[in-house]
């Protein structure tokens, strides 16, 4: 992704005011700057809300943009394959044509009803979005008549191993944000996910020796992808785990050990632990929205227990949902219509066909009349 086609913190054509203003006014905040956050923008934009995007991460594109932007992305509708990288870029520039105020390297941290009605969205004051280009806000909160949560899976902390730790920093990294650094190297990658088998097969042209070491027999990632896996060259041991690293200053060695008691020395300069994270909703958590299993519940029209709040993408949960970004993406597209209705009433549910119109800039905030009221739930 181009960085300098992207705004910068709390910035916007219309630009959200000065350092002093102390808040941002818009239709809609959303609580998340991913995949699903930043179609969501594109999505209310495209109905006529202003919108601010807010995301504690420095670039807009969640986890993709932070961890993945190597990776090949297979559940994009229309799409054979597409790069973390380059997905991203063509969201934010389709959110970026709606002109929404970006909020990056911020943290929202409380949420309160407003004193005129809406949603009050209190911001940290850390410092971290200091603004690459364009006025600047340092705002302490956004007032917005609604709200939508697209947070991914909250805060994430990669699940490690001991044998590993000694060596993180020094070839062990838990995502590989440039495939071009394990050119000619042996790469152990730890894992049994979709994560360890994506990453294999991207380093596979690269790499010297890939090696997949997991400990279970069947693997959790896409049977397709696993196929292509084993088609590829790559080594694949099952029922084993890496009992130790050697090296001096880097890794130099991964020793395994399968379920049989064999032992086996690898080569290895580069260590990929792709055994997923641990995660948490961080502020998210003190909000008061009702949640199941740590994700926030959500009806079929991505209302939350909240008036006014919505949350799309892998934050949420209902009965049967598939954790896809194409999902996602759907989320986020009924969630910022069922608020479009809901801020302004008497608007139709289904917004008129893109094909119909040319992007328009939003129209000014709609004064806030109190929290969001529910809106019908859509016939099945």
């Known amino acids: 992704m181009d960085a300098t086609a992207v705004p910068g913190p709390g910035t916007s054509a219309r630009g959200p005011g000065t350092e002093a203003d102390p808040e941002i006014v818009a239709d809609l905040a959303v609580v998340g700057a991913g995949p699903a956050g930043l179609y969501a923008a594109s999505c209310a ?13 420095a670039e807009p594109g969640g986890q993709i943009a932070a961890l993945y932007p190597e990776k090949r992305i297979y559940d994009v509708a229309g799409r054979a394959a597409v790069r973390g990288r380059e997905l991203v870029g063509e969201l934010v520039a389709q959110a970026a044509a709606f002109d929404p105020v970006w909020l990056l390297g911020r943290t929202a941290t409380t949420l309160t009803p407003g004193d005129r009605g809406g949603w009050l969205v209190g911001l940290d004051d850390d410092g971290r979005g200091a603004p690459r280009a364009g006025r600047s806000s340092r705002a302490a909160r956004i007032r917005a008549g609604a709200v939508l949560v697209t947070a991914g899976l909250g805060r994430p902390t990669p699940r490690s191993l001991p044998a590993l730790r000694p060596f993180e920093g020094r070839g062990v990294a838990y995502h590989v944000p440039r495939l071009e650094e394990h050119r000619g190297r042996d790469v152990v990658v730890v894992g049994g ?10 380093l596979a042209p690269l790499a010297a020796s890939v090696t997949v070491v997991h400990r279970r027999r069947a ?16 080594r694949v041991l099952t029922d084993t785990q890496v009992t130790r690293l ?20 690898l080569p290895a300069q580069a ?12 502020p998210l958590a003190g909000w008061g929205l009702a949640t199941e299993d740590r994700l926030i519940a959500v009806d079929r029209a991505m209302r939350t227990s909240l008036p006014g709040v919505y949350a799309a993408g892998d934050i949420c949960t209902y009965e049967g949902r598939v954790p896809l970004i194409s999902v996602g993406f759907g989320e986020a597209a009924t969630a910022a219509n069922h608020a479009a209705v ?30 969001a009221a529910p809106t019908p739930e859509p016939s099945a």
């Open 342 to 371: 809901a801020l302004r009433p008497g608007a139709r549910l289904a917004p008129e066909h893109s094909t119909d119109r040319e992007p328009t800039p939003p129209a000014e905030p709609v004064a806030p009349h109190g929290p």
């Open 45 to 57: 934009g495209f109905r006529g809300l202003s919108t601010v995007l807010v995301d504690a991460l």
């Open 193 to 202: 996910g979709d994560s360890a088998v994506d990453w294999a097969l991207a």
């Open 219 to 234: 693997f959790r990632a896409h049977e397709y992808s696993v196929k292509q896996m084993y088609a590829s060259g790559v």
């Open 271 to 282: 260590v990929v632990a792709a055994l997923g994270f641990a995660t948490s909703l961080g």
């Open 246 to 265: 050697h090296g001096t200053d880097r890794v130099q060695q991964v020793t395994v050990e399968d379920r049989d008691g064999q032992v086996t020395v």
